[in-house]
């Protein structure tokens, strides 16, 4: 059975960091692309970046240059460095995976997602 | 592409049909455009893909069609899990532009 498990989140302020991390078992971490996907209080769902299984990246314009993601296939773990932290950040980040190589398709699996709020 | 779901809320009895719609902004390419259920503080589950296939392990009382621009995911009865927000998501041009989800639609009791 295939498990996302986020951790990471937290109060950040703005312009401060944060790190999240997506812990995944239960399918080869390797062959397959994965992505972050958010939602905003009273929002829906938005994707935020993705990774292929080459280490090829992928953010949405609200992100670039300040976000970065990265994957650790030894350790089966998928990470989002977030950085120069904004209000508009906040929401609930989901870790979700693709069904192939490449971060280009819909989402076969998804975490429970962890809380990110940046406020002062 | 941005995608419009209809209507925003859906109240309906357990055992009634739902029609959710999806309607996008331009052509959505091969039919790529996915349904998902969920539920708050829970993982979302993807439903369908390809506009009209069920995931792994997904009822039958769920079905996609539609193509081009207006897709729909119908439940044919529901059951009490299936009260929840459903959401459709685009991957048409995903190699150029980024993949975008429709607002969502409540489907709530009665």
């Known amino acids: 059975e295939v498990q996302l498990v986020e951790s990471g989140g937290g109060l950040e302020q703005p312009g401060g960091s944060l790190r999240l991390s997506c812990a995944a078992s239960?399918?080869?971490?390797?062959?397959?692309?994965m992505n972050w996907v958010r939602q905003a209080p009273g929002k829906g769902l938005e994707w935020v970046s993705g990774i292929s299984t080459g280490g090829t990246t992928f953010y949405a314009d609200s992100v670039e240059g300040r976000f970065a993601i990265s994957r650790d296939n030894s350790r089966n773990t998928l990470y989002l460095q977030m950085n120069s932290l904004r209000v508009e950040d906040t929401a609930i980040y989901f870790c979700?995976?693709?069904?192939?190589?490449?971060?280009?398709?819909?989402?076969?699996?998804w975490g429970q997602g962890t809380p990110v709020t940046v406020s002062s | 592409i941005v995608l419009t779901q209809s209507p925003g809320t859906l109240s309906l009895s357990p055992g009634e049909g739902a029609t959710l719609s999806c309607r996008a902004s331009?052509?959505?390419?091969?039919?790529?455009l996915a349904w998902y259920q969920h539920k708050p503080g829970r993982a979302p589950r993807l439903l369908i893909y390809g506009a009209s296939t069920r995931a792994t392990g997904v009822p039958d009382r769920f079905s996609g069609s539609g193509s081009g621009t207006d897709f729909t995911l119908s439940i044919s009865r529901l059951e009490p899990e299936d009260f929840a927000l459903y959401y459709c998501q685009q991957y048409a041009n995903a190699h150029n532009s980024p993949r975008t989800f429709g607002q969502g639609t409540k489907v709530e009791i009665k």
């Open positions: 331009q052509s959505v390419n091969y039919n790529y």
């Open positions: 239960g399918f080869t971490f390797s062959s397959y692309a």
């Open positions: 979700a995976k693709d069904p192939a190589v490449l971060p280009a398709a819909f989402f076969d699996s």
